[in-house]
């Protein structure tokens, strides 16, 4: 029949295994002309978390969309977002503003299903990824690697409500299907916003990234900032971010989300894991890239300290977030002290996790000490991680497991110390048990 | 608006082989919805978790969606479909829209794209009267579908917010002191309108010229349009092979879901369903032909009439008493602009 719209030239079109895709659909470059740089050069600031990752968000010419909820202590990533947006009288992009996370979590699957070569960031904590959790399961097993999830750490159980950082949110997500990686300061927190969409809409990947840190220690608290210009983040995503080869909605004539029977759906979740365990290859290479590129760390399985090349240390500590700077503060001390050789690495690949580089890392440790710092039922949602990636040594080291910085209390110098004298004592042969809390320097 | 005869030729998106029900009305509208959407306009469609869902995009057995045997080579005719929860269907179509406009505003998208989704009544009025009334207050420029079968049918009849009182449903069947459903319908028209849609209609293919030109009406609105679509169910209102424009028809003449269409700064009128009982026929007619109401009227063996059941005189009168304020809130609502 007839278009409404007028005669319209042929466009081209391309088979390929999820339907149609029209090339000429979407002018990308059109896209990029409409961003309006936010950094032209390479500055300096002070800045807190939020911040940080609103910013690395709007640096990109390929988020025209910010779909937002607030929540503490996350707010500050969508606040940031719009004003920026409203600073700039003649910028296409968007803020939207949906009525629940749950409906923010929706929109992010239409958006990046709508058009699969821009990215679709937000950001959320504790109850509000609750909230999302019946599509960020679906998200995760969707192959759209261009929704990002920014989940500013906050405890998810409101029995008691406490809204400090901790990251019993992002580790009830474990099997939400996304790529967590947990940054550490500002900078950590920029550059890892940066590379995560490299990661996901990897064509090997293509599965949702969920950039993480902690709340109020991180999301609110100010430190040095570097900021890259625009055109080098954009310059650098072309390095690894292509069009994709599989058809969005607008672009396309395919179908999302069909429904499988169980014969089926094997092959659909061994592909979402395949695509998942790939990370472990490419996440290395993504890193050393953006080192290389801009200077500073780029994305790696964890940070580690104090292990020596032949890897072996008498105690080992295994944890995460901005807390482990204060362990890292007073290794050496105690190592002196104590006559221990004392090495220590904090997670950044939370999922997948990094079996078996973790287990390379530790086997020569004589004793394990992970510090836990969500509610779990067992002995620490890293513990069994850690037991997990340890269990195929012939001799595997000896596991504690503790639990110190509940509800995003500080885990103090005197914490740290009672934490690793509680180690030391199963170094020395001590039975110790499965597990143990600790709190502003005591054992409780 | 385009003539009924010349949109009846037209390809529909929605092709044969869906595993719906025979009889289902979903795939009568979701046919007529496809004809009228072969406008030249690409079109994309988001579909909650319903009937019209798990029985036309199962893998790899059946899709029952595409136009065409064949992609097509003009991209206006091209098809896309996008399923996710039960509740997410107006928030997906949502996020499609204002993709495709923030492209269209960077001139990075030179055709039109519509958007449309389509839900149940369990999706759209229960767990996600959230995700509708907002996308409506958003004032997103969708054509929001939802197919009233009046239960959860997908997941064994049960109820549903849109339930007839007295019904039979699997969870809230009729038993000794248990007379069905007791709890009134949610006034879902008068919800749409107060959320701010630009168009609001309940209208089932059973008025065939009406149904299609709301369809397109609510494609080309400049805001919200959201449309009921009354949808007998074989499987759950239990009636006989071939009734179900019958039953769609004598529904709405009888006022159990009158057809209503209304824009915003135009108001509305209820077609085909005289405001006056005496007017249209009586509702024992429309509930007799389905055994969820057989609880409540049987056959007059003399007059060959539908009438209560011994003991449901007092029920049936309440239904009846029902159903015409939900004709006179009807009625009311048309005088709204």
Redesign the interface.
């Known amino acids: 029949?007839?278009?409404?719209?007028g005669p319209?030239a042929?466009?081209s079109?391309v088979?390929t295994p999820a339907?149609?895709r029209?090339d000429?659909?979407?002018?990308?470059?059109?896209?990029r002309?409409?961003h309006h740089a936010l950094y032209e050069a390479r500055e300096e600031m002070t800045a807190d978390g939020n911040t940080a990752a609103a910013l690395a968000t709007l640096q990109m010419w390929q988020c025209?969309?910010f779909?937002g909820f607030p929540i503490t202590p996350s707010t500050k990533y969508i606040e940031t977002i719009a004003s920026k947006i409203a600073a700039d009288p003649t910028t296409?992009?968007?803020v939207?503003l949906?009525?629940?996370e749950?409906?923010v979590a929706?929109?992010?699957?239409?958006?990046a299903?709508?058009?699969r070569d821009?990215i679709f960031p937000t950001a959320t904590s504790s109850v509000g990824l609750d909230h999302m959790t019946?599509?960020t399961r679906?998200l995760g097993a969707s192959g759209l690697g261009n929704v990002m999830i920014v989940n500013v750490y906050r405890a998810t159980a409101n029995f008691p409500l406490c809204i400090e950082g901790d990251p019993s949110d992002a580790l009830a997500h474990r099997d939400d299907g996304f790529i967590q990686i947990c940054a550490r300061g500002k900078q950590q927190i920029y550059d890892t916003v940066v590379q995560a969409p490299c990661l996901g809409m990897h064509p090997e990947v293509m599965t949702p990234t969920m950039p993480g840190y902690y709340g109020i220690k991180d999301s609110h608290r100010n430190a040095r900032l570097v900021v890259e210009p625009d055109r080098e983040i954009a310059a650098f995503h072309d390095r690894w971010i292509r069009p994709s080869e599989l058809?969005?909605?607008?672009n396309?004539?395919?179908?999302?989300?069909?429904?499988?029977t169980s014969r089926?759906f094997q092959g659909f979740k061994i592909s979402q894991k395949q695509r998942m365990e790939r990370v472990l290859d490419v996440l290395p290479k993504l890193g050393a890239d953006f080192e290389n590129y801009f200077g500073r760390p780029g994305l790696a399985f964890f940070d580690a300290v104090g292990f020596p090349d032949d890897g072996e240390v008498d105690l080992a500590v295994l944890s995460m977030g901005p807390d482990f700077g204060t362990f890292e503060a007073i290794r050496e001390a105690y190592g002196k002290r104590t006559g221990l050789k004392v090495g220590g690495i904090a997670m950044r690949l939370l999922t997948p996790f990094p079996r078996d580089a973790v287990r390379h890392k530790l086997q020569r440790a004589k004793v394990v000490l992970v510090v836990n710092q969500a509610h779990h039922q067992g002995r620490g949602h890293l513990t069994l991680d850690v037991a997990d990636a340890l269990s195929d040594l012939e001799y595997a080291p000896r596991l504690v497991s503790a639990f110190a910085g509940l509800g995003g209390a500080d885990v103090s110098e005197p914490t740290w110390e009672r934490m690793l004298d509680f180690a030391r004592s199963a170094h020395e042969g001590t039975p110790v048990a499965p597990y143990a809390f600790f709190h502003e320097g005591s054992l409780l | 608006m385009s003539g009924y005869k010349e949109i009846a030729i037209?390809e529909s998106c929605f092709r044969p082989g869906s595993t719906l029900c025979p009889g289902c009305m979903e795939a009568i509208a979701l046919q007529n919805i496809g004809r009228v959407t072969?406008?030249?306009?690409?079109t994309?469609f988001?579909i909650g978790t319903s009937c019209a869902?798990?029985s036309t995009?199962?893998?790899?057995n059946v899709?029952a969606?595409?136009r065409g045997a064949a992609?097509?080579?003009?991209?206006?005719r091209?098809?896309?479909?996008?399923?996710?929860?039960f509740?997410?269907a107006p928030?997906?179509?949502?996020?499609?829209r204002?993709?495709?406009d923030?492209?269209a505003?960077?001139?990075?998208?030179?055709?039109?794209?519509q958007v449309l989704s389509s839900s149940g009544d369990g999706g759209a009025l229960s767990i996600g009267l959230?995700?509708l009334l907002?996308t409506i207050?958003r004032r997103a420029r969708v054509t929001l579908i939802v197919l009233v079968n009046e239960i959860f049918a997908n997941t064994g009849f049960q109820y549903s917010p849109a339930t007839t009182p007295f019904a039979d449903t699997s969870t809230t069947p009729n038993g000794p002191g248990h007379p069905g459903n007791i709890e009134p319908p949610l006034d879902y028209v008068h919800l749409c309108i107060a959320a701010g849609a630009a168009l609001v209609a309940q209208v089932s293919p059973a008025h065939g010229k009406l149904f299609v030109k709301t369809i397109e009406k609510g494609l080309s609105a400049d805001g919200t349009a959201v449309i009921f679509v009354p949808s007998p169910c074989i499987s759950g209102w239990k009636f006989e092979d071939g009734e179900t424009v019958k039953l769609a028809t004598l529904g709405a003449q009888a006022g159990a879901y009158p057809a209503f269409v209304w824009e915003r700064g135009k108001g509305g009128s209820v077609k085909d369903c005289a405001r006056e009982a005496i007017d249209r026929p009586p509702i024992e007619e429309f509930l007799g032909l389905q055994r969820r109401f057989y609880h409540m009227v049987q056959k007059d063996p003399v007059s060959g009439q539908f009438v209560a059941r011994t003991g449901r005189e007092q029920d049936l009168e309440k239904l009846r008493a029902w159903v015409q304020s939900n004709v006179e809130r009807l009625y009311r609502l048309a005088e709204l602009k």
């Not at chain 1, 929706?106 to 958006?111: E, R």
């Not at chain 1, 396309?252 to 499988?260: E, H, K, L």
Request: charged share 20%; hydrophobic share 45%.
């Open positions: 029949m007839s278009t409404l719209q319209r042929p466009m079109h088979t339907g149609e029209y000429g659909a979407i002018d990308l470059s059109k896209v002309a409409a025209v969309i779909a296409k992009k968007k939207k949906l009525e629940a749950h409906a929706d929109y992010l699957v239409g958006a299903a709508a058009c821009l019946e599509t679906s058809p969005g909605l607008i396309g004539d395919t179908a999302f989300g069909n429904c499988v089926h | 037209r072969d406008n030249g306009i690409k994309v988001s869902e798990v995009l199962f893998f790899p899709v969606w595409g992609p097509s080579d003009d991209y206006a091209s098809f896309a479909i996008l399923h996710n929860v509740e997410s928030t997906l179509a949502e996020a499609v204002d993709v495709a923030v492209l505003d960077m001139g990075a998208l030179e055709h039109p794209v959230r995700a907002h207050h």
